[in-house]
Structures are given as C-alpha cells and as structure tokens.
C-alpha cells in the first residue's frame, strides 16, 4: 500500500493485476516445489540445501503479495478511496495508493488489519496443506512466519498512534529506519525459530 499522490493515472484492470500476481505466486511455488521434488527423488545434500534457500525467498515472496492483497480488500471492504497500481519491478511490492485526504482512519484500520488476515492467512493454509518433513518445507512456512512477525510489527507501532487519535498519513511519515530495523530483527529472528522448532 503506497499514499495516494495522484487521481488521474490510468489504473490497471484488477483482473490483469490479480493475473500477474497469480502467475507471480505460482512461478515462485513452482519453482520451490523442483527443489523440493530434486531433494525427494535423490536425497542430495545440495538439493536440499537449494530447496530451503528457495523456500525462504518464495516465502517473503507469497507472503509479502497475500499481504498487499489483503490490504487491499481491507481498503475496499471499507468503502475506501483507492488507486490501483502497476507494480514496476517484481521486488515492489505496492499494488494501490490509499486517499489519506478523503479516506478516514476507521478505512484506514480496515485496510491495515485486511493486510494482516491476508499473511496470517497465507502461512495457515500452508502450514496446514504441506507435511513438515524436509528442510526446504519448514524453511517456506519459516519465511512465511517471519513476514508475517515483520509486518505485524512495522503496523502495530503505527496502528498504536492512530488509535491513540494520529492521522494515518502522518503515523506513517514518522516510521524510521531504526524501526523497520527493529521490525526486521523481530522477523528475522522469528523466522529461525520458528525453522528450528520445525525442522
């Protein structure tokens, strides 16, 4: 989600943007899943190896694109403003721009909390669909995990002020590095103990 700047941009269509994030997803699944297979089929060291390092990237991938989706669907369910955007590159990860102006802080809680039930999500249906018997399959859920951490922190820090009566777009000015740092640390760390309680 990005602050809305602009009113007269073109907006992608939300069936081709749903579409490219869909093939994103599926690629990076796809990819994972080789490995995963590789590893199966003949035990070597390497592809296992391959395969959690492939699990921790399509991880952050699956899960940072189910957040943004959900934030979106947040934004809408509560009748907000919003502006669909292309991505530019595949490691931006913004997919709407949220009106601070004409959108009230009760759409903007709508819009951070359907953030956090589209990553909580994501990293339930695949704990829940894949076994946790190799490396590269506790290493996805692992990644997934540790987003999900990140991206809670980063958005309860600002969640913290606009309930306490701050204006979004001002609660979001004030987020330092220090605390996307923190936020990163908290996530990260999750991540490896959630892949050690798992693996």
Known sequence: MAASQAHDID???LLSLLTRDAIIVIA???LWAASD????VTGLWAAELLSAADGIVVGYIVAAIAHEWGHYLGARASGAHTTRTLPKNLTN????????????SAQFH??????WIGHWAMLLLIFIILPMDTLGRAALVSALFGFAIFAT???TGVLRKTFRGAKPAKAL????????????IAGSLS????FTALA
């Open 173 to 184: 000015a004030e987020l330092s590095k220090q605390n996307l740092l923190q936020a990163g």
């Open 93 to 104: 990860l913004f997919r709407f721009s949220f009106d601070f102006d004409n959108n009230s």
């Open 191 to 194: 991540g490896v103990l959630a």
């Open 28 to 30: 990076a699944l796809t």
């Open 153 to 155: 922190v980063v958005e």
């Open 37 to 40: 297979a590789w590893f199966q």
């Open 11 to 13: 907006e992608p269509g």
């Open 110 to 115: 709508s819009m951070s909390f359907g953030g």
